[in-house]
């Protein structure tokens, strides 16, 4: 059996913490900015660390398993 949780969370969070796409932080012109589809170094740099946090929670200290077959 296969464990699909990094894999699928893995996705998701790396969506949905692409610099830009839903939020960037910090932003070009202020703080947070929303749907700016615009990103600096900075916010690579951040939210790489936010998608390693999450992950490394969501994983290792839940334990969260998704098996087929």
Do not use: C
Not at 14 to 38: C, D, K, T, Y
Not at 42 to 64: C, E, G, N
Request: avoid cysteine; hydrophobic fraction near 60%.
């Amino acid at each position: 059996m296969l464990d699909w949780a990094p894999i699928i969370i893995g996705y998701l969070l790396f969506v949905l913490l692409s610099p830009g796409l839903i939020f960037q932080l910090p932003g070009n012109q202020r703080h947070v900015e929303f749907s700016s589809f615009a990103t600096n170094g900075k916010a690579i740099l951040l939210h790489t660390l936010v998608f390693f946090v999450f992950f490394t929670i969501l994983i290792l200290a839940f334990r969260i398993r998704i098996r087929f077959g």
